[in-house]
């Protein structure tokens, strides 16, 4: 299954929720105050968020008074080609050696994205090391092994409660001394205790810098799309500790409330999305075919 058909096929109930109640809506063709009204209510349930939801209304209000619309089609038209300017069109690029550090709270899916990030890159003819840095939650490390042989690629870890800085450490040493292309980095994500997890983030960077300055440096957060707003919160955190380079965001294939997308976008842009619990589950993200999908 391609790209379109899995982006399509992980949006169906975003689509659902509301992709047909705004086709009904345009089909009508009156384009009056009700109609934006009508319009920002269907987007504001699909957990666009009120402020992108307002930039959105606000735009296409403009557009189509600016030219006089009157068609549903150009309507709709127009309506698309907001969202994907909003999502926009940057990609994940890098030099090897790169290293990629992945965060995120437990629960989103942040070990298995990992192992399918691992098989990603491996497809693409790159040389991959993990370092199973979350030593704090319970068979962290083992769920990363069984992900680390499924995509064929080493996998440095350490025991239950230990330094999760010593972890990165020796994976860089590795890395180093096979001119590994990519080090893919899993941390912890206990924002109960956010004084010092965020420090420890810190200071898996500040090795990183030290061990590795010439080293390529990407920091992605990886977010459970069904979680809505809650997303935009732990972006804030995270991207104040790490500085975040991009989203991936996964779960979409579960929930209604897609949208989100739209609002992260205008935080970090989105690099990869989840549609599913398979390897290969994971795609680049691509703002056209996303809209294509909703709408």
Not at 149 to 174: I, M, Q, T, W, Y
Not at 196 to 207: A, C, G, Q, S
Not at 264 to 284: A, K, W
Request: with cysteine; hydrophobic share 45%; charged share 30%.
């Amino acid at each position: 299954m391609g790209f379109i058909s899995k982006i399509i096929e992980g949006l169906k109930k975003t689509k659902q929720s509301i992709g047909f109640k705004l086709k009904q809506l345009f089909k009508q063709g009156i384009f009056g105050e009700d109609f934006y009204d009508d319009v920002e209510a269907i987007l504001l349930s699909a957990d666009i968020g009120a402020e992108t939801t307002f930039e959105i209304i606000d735009n296409l209000r403009d557009r189509m008074t600016q030219d006089r619309v009157a068609d549903p089609d150009t309507a709709e038209k127009y309506l698309k080609e907001i969202m994907v300017e909003i999502l926009g069109e940057e990609k994940l690029s890098f030099d090897s050696p790169c290293v990629i550090m992945v965060v995120g709270v437990n629960g989103v899916g942040k070990t298995t994205t990992i192992g399918k990030l691992a098989n990603i890159y491996v497809k693409q003819g790159k040389s991959v090391i993990i370092a199973a840095a979350d030593t704090f939650r319970a068979a962290a490390a083992d769920q990363l092994e069984v992900w680390a042989k499924r995509a064929n690629v080493r996998l440095v870890r350490h025991g239950e409660g230990s330094d999760p800085a010593a972890v990165v450490f020796d994976a860089l040493a590795s890395a180093k001394s096979k001119k590994t292309d990519v080090v893919l980095v899993d941390t912890a994500g206990r924002l109960h205790n956010k004084v010092n997890l965020m420090e420890e983030l810190k200071k898996i960077n500040r090795v990183i810098d030290r061990e590795y300055p010439e080293a390529d440096r990407k920091n992605l957060i990886v977010l459970d799309a069904t979680t809505g707003q809650n997303a935009l919160t732990q972006v804030k955190v995270f991207d104040e500790a790490v500085n975040l380079d991009g989203i991936i965001l996964t779960k979409l294939d579960g929930t209604a409330k897609g949208g989100v997308a739209l609002a992260l976008s205008e935080q970090v842009p989105v690099f990869y999305v989840g549609v599913g619990e398979r390897i290969d589950d994971l795609i680049e993200f691509d703002a056209n075919s996303f809209v294509e999908g909703i709408l």
